[in-house]
């Protein structure tokens, strides 16, 4: 098992899926999206698992403007800029990926 949880440090979330991992003992690498942000290939191998729609944080104040641009591509450009508006956390384990805490799901990777 290879995880890696990209979040935000201040996501309660985040926090919740590095505990979950912790408490199972389950090694895992933690990417600060604020500073290190996702790269293009990282965002794709996420997107083979979760819809575009799902990876949009909804609090952020440019989200709605997000929702306006046409075609997928330039939204992906756009997270790719601003990293801050994916939700967050974002889990992967090789090919598969969670957004938000879903213990549920991590629970199968095991």
Known sequence: MNIQIFGKP???DTKKAERYFKERRVKYQYIDLKKYGI???EL???LRSVKL???IDEKHPDAPLLRYLA???AK???LLE???LLK???VRNGKQATVGNQPEVWKGWE
Request: charged share 35%.
């Open 10 to 12: 201040k996501c309660f």
């Open 39 to 41: 790269s293009k290939g």
């Open 44 to 46: 794709t191998s996420v």
């Open 53 to 55: 729609e799902d990876l």
């Open 71 to 73: 075609h997928n591509e």
């Open 76 to 78: 992906i450009e756009k």
């Open 82 to 84: 601003d990293p801050t």
């Open 88 to 90: 967050t956390p974002i």
